[in-house]
């Protein structure tokens, strides 16, 4: 389930784009050479940057972990970028298998290997929409098939709100998502910040002004805000590996916030 025949001119390969960056520093090969280009470069200013995104990765399936083992069984992921195994959905219904997933993200590219890779899998669905729109993701068609809002909804937003800028006012986007959702519902977030970076990132945010969404890095404070409306559980907000790490992980303190919380 998902949206389909994305124009060709939608499709812009010759700028980097931060989900294919993102592929690249996982190890996948979903990305253009201007995409390697960029994220080496980032590498250059921020070589633990693809360890950052590796942990950032763990730290989501060990949130939706939390979020299936809690009983919530339906999941709204935005700005999921190119689809990498386990994904989402794979580690949800792992723990309950009707768990319904819809994602979102607003680069054709991604829609194009979700359709690839989600057709066929039940209670699963992709749609074309973008994050600084949060009411037409809660009117897509596709989201409301899968998505009963009358019953708790996990939210996730992963990497993704550090591409918003303030202008663009990152803080209600988030409320008007949270006031969708019923209690007992969850918000999952992660976002980039100088705070525990331990490098100079200034270069950094430089290379993704160049990409077709720039970088916005924030304070645990301005972090904290997000989650407004919302009971942050243990341990609270706190760097990514610091969440609910596996027994004997290694606790490095890379430059993401990372934390959940249900709606009170």
Do not use: C
């Not at 994904?87 to 991604?110: F, S």
């Not at 749609?127 to 009411?135: H, I, N, T």
């Not at 977030?189 to 945010?205: I, K, P, R």
């Amino acid at each position: 389930m998902s949206d389909r025949g994305f124009p060709a001119d939608q499709i812009d390969t010759g700028r980097p784009h931060p989900a294919r960056m993102y592929d690249y520093w996982l190890g996948g090969r979903d990305n253009y050479e201007v995409d390697r280009d960029a994220a080496e470069r980032v590498l250059s200013t921020l070589p633990r940057m693809r360890d950052a995104i590796r942990e950032n990765r763990a730290f989501l399936r060990r949130a939706v972990r939390a979020v299936a083992e809690s009983g919530v069984h339906q999941i709204i992921d935005i700005g999921t970028g190119i689809p990498t195994s386990p994904n989402t959905h794979e580690v949800a219904q792992g723990i309950a298998p009707r768990t319904r997933v819809a994602y979102i993200d607003n680069d054709p590219i991604v829609g194009v290997h979700a359709n690839a890779r989600l057709t066929g899998t039940p209670n699963t669905g992709f749609a074309l929409a973008d994050l600084r729109d949060p009411r037409g993701i809660l009117n897509h068609p596709i989201v409301n098939s899968l998505i009963d809002f009358e019953q708790p909804v996990a939210l996730l937003l992963v990497a993704v709100l550090h591409f918003v800028t303030d202008q663009e006012q990152p803080e209600q986007i988030v409320a008007v998502l949270r006031d969708a959702l019923p209690p007992g519902s969850w918000l999952v977030l992660t976002h980039g910040t100088n705070d525990t970076a331990g490098n100079d990132t200034s270069d950094a945010v430089k290379i993704y002004q160049e990409t077709t969404a720039t970088l916005n890095l924030r304070p645990r404070d301005r972090v904290l805000g997000f989650f407004d409306g919302f009971d942050l559980v243990e341990p609270g907000l706190v760097t990514i590996s610091e969440w609910r790490p596996e027994p004997g992980a290694e606790i490095t303190r890379y430059g993401i916030y990372g934390g959940a919380a249900r709606k009170l």
